[in-house]
């Protein structure tokens, strides 16, 4: 804990996964709800196969799950996905004539039920 998984329609070429991996647990880690660089899993996931709205032509997106344990304050939340948010702006391409979503959520994980250990 935490898990970022970044999901992006593969309509954006050249999407610079390496630079934003690295931004985003820069800007992550900095953040005092993240104790331990070490417990931040981050990670991409391309949608070969995606449909945006009825017109899909020209469309695509980028959607950011930041999943916490549970008992983070709604300002903290809020935060988090600022900085997110912030980093995809800045390094999502932006393919002429293609309307890019961007979007970010912060999910609850069940504290009772989280299981972690390092092996």
């Known amino acids: 804990m ?20 690295s931004a985003l647990n820069a800007t992550l880690c900095a953040h005092p709800e993240v104790q331990d660089e070490a417990d931040l899993k981050t990670r991409f996931v391309v949608a070969d196969s995606f449909e945006i709205g009825t017109t899909p032509a020209n469309r695509a997106f980028v959607h950011a799950q930041l999943r916490l344990l549970s008992g983070r304050t709604p300002e903290a939340k809020k935060a988090l996905s600022d900085r997110i948010a912030a980093v995809l702006r800045d390094l999502t391409p932006r393919p002429q004539g293609v309307m890019v979503q961007l979007s970010v959520e912060v999910v609850d994980m069940d504290r009772g039920s989280y299981a972690k250990e390092r092996i």
Do not use: M, R
Not at 2 to 21: D, I, K, M, Q
């Open 2 to 21: 935490p898990h970022l998984t970044v999901e992006y329609s593969g309509n954006l070429p050249h999407f610079p996964e390496a630079e934003t991996l």
